[in-house]
């Protein structure tokens, strides 16, 4: 495995660029993430509280269904072929598809999904009882442009040991219904490599980034248009 030792510096041409932590002491469930002159560093980007039922709930998921396991294959034992199936929980019928990231991000990321109606609708169950319904109801009464609904469109856990590039992008580009990824994080790690983060984020204008830590019970918004970003990082 390649040792990456390099100070983390910021990797493209911005004005500014630091660490960022989240303000535990706010009462409010959704928070704009902001730069170091407390402006919101994107008009989609947000910080959500997560209820601590939820992390329990989706850890005990990943247990169950061998999901550890999967992701431990697909990073460091076995080759990944994007595409693959691999079974969940045995006699249980549930199923997950196993892809790769694209080479220009530089990363070994995996996305496990769903790979049949029964294993999605099986994870929306799981969502709904650790108290995901209650994100929702803040992210569609809080969130700057009102919704008339809410749909979980795609569910998915990423794994991730090794990034050797950053390479910022969106997830989504002006588009009508106005998606946003939720990312909520379930094990978490120490890199020797990153000690600023494992998330970049980079204002509208290109001009500022900073570095998030993943926190138990606190979920990252990406919503459309925001610009962000794999640290370089490894585990």
Request: proline content about 6%; glycine content about 6%.
């Amino acid at each position: 495995m390649n040792q990456h030792r390099a100070p983390i510096t910021c990797s493209r041409n911005v004005a500014s660029c630091h660490a960022w932590a989240f303000d535990t002491s706010s009462d409010a469930p959704l928070l704009p993430i902001v730069n170091a002159d407390n402006a919101p560093l994107s008009e989609g980007a947000f910080k959500v509280k997560l209820p601590p039922t939820l992390t329990t709930t989706l850890l005990s998921y990943v247990t169950k269904q061998h999901i550890q396991e999967m992701c431990t294959d697909a990073l460091f034992d076995q080759p990944l072929h994007s595409g693959h199936i691999d079974k969940g929980d045995p006699g249980s019928g549930f199923a997950f598809n196993i892809k790769s990231t694209p080479r220009k991000f530089n990363s070994n990321m995996v996305w496990i999904l769903p790979a049949n109606q029964a294993t999605h609708n099986n994870l929306l169950k799981h969502l709904g009882s650790g108290g995901f319904g209650s994100v929702l109801e803040v992210l569609g009464s809080s969130l700057p442009n009102m919704l008339d609904s809410l749909t979980c469109y795609q569910l998915s856990f990423l794994a991730e040991s090794r990034c050797e590039k950053t390479l910022i992008h969106r997830n989504f580009s002006d588009m009508a219904y106005k998606p946003c990824n939720i990312l909520i994080p379930l094990v978490l790690m120490d890199s020797p490599v990153s000690t600023l983060g494992e998330l970049v984020l980079q204002s509208d204008d290109k001009m500022k980034e900073l570095y998030l830590k993943y926190e138990h019970e606190v979920g990252i918004v990406l919503g459309d248009n925001t610009l962000h970003g794999t640290a370089i990082m490894e585990y």
